[in-house]
């Protein structure tokens, strides 16, 4: 309806019935306020929801972050409860376990750090067993010192160094205390 006066828009805008005028539904009345009624007063109004709606926006999101935050701490925890329980449990099997417990005892009885045998059956057979090592050295050590004439002075016709013969070591006659068990199987 561009180019009417607003007067004969007003014509328009109302029907003629037998029962008075009524107004044509149909039509945008926006276009047909006043000055004052046409602009928007409360602007502040718009401005404070606009601050609001922001405001909220901000709350949510900081919300959000919060039970976020949330969740990973009780999931850092959880982890951390479940670790300490996974070591509990594996502390509880290493103490019923009784063959865990052997695996930090030497294999022989023999004690590296003052270098000692230890004062049992065991230790005393081992000690046996080393000295008999040490004299069948000995042995052999002399033996090829004879065969290949070792301080045989040639020209002289003699025996100038002489070749001491080892000592051997008694034998182990020393029985087992009764309801012995070995405890290193290479000593049997």
């Keep these: 309806m561009p180019g009417l006066h607003r007067y004969e828009l007003c014509l328009v805008l109302f029907v003629s019935t037998e029962e008075g005028w009524l107004i044509d539904d149909h039509l945008d009345f926006s276009l047909f306020k006043g000055e004052k009624e046409r602009h928007d007063r409360d602007i502040s109004e718009k401005f404070l929801a606009e601050r609001e709606h922001d405001l909220d926006n901000k709350n949510a999101m900081t919300e959000k972050r919060r039970a976020d935050n949330l969740k990973r701490e009780e999931d850092k925890w959880n982890s951390v409860e479940f670790k300490e329980a996974a070591e509990a449990d594996r502390q509880r099997r290493l103490q019923e376990d009784p063959l865990i417990g052997k695996k930090n005892v030497s294999g022989v009885p ?12 065991e230790g005393r057979k081992l000690k046996h067993s080393d000295e008999m090592v040490k004299y069948r050295g000995e042995v052999r050590k002399a033996n090829l010192a004879y065969k290949g004439h070792l301080g045989f002075n040639p020209i002289i016709g003699e025996q100038t160094l002489p070749i001491d013969a080892p000592y051997k070591p008694e034998s182990f006659t020393e029985n087992p205390p009764p309801g012995y068990e070995a405890m290193y199987s290479q000593l049997g």
């Design 110 to 121: 023999y004690n590296i750090v003052s270098l000692s045998y230890n004062d049992t059956y």
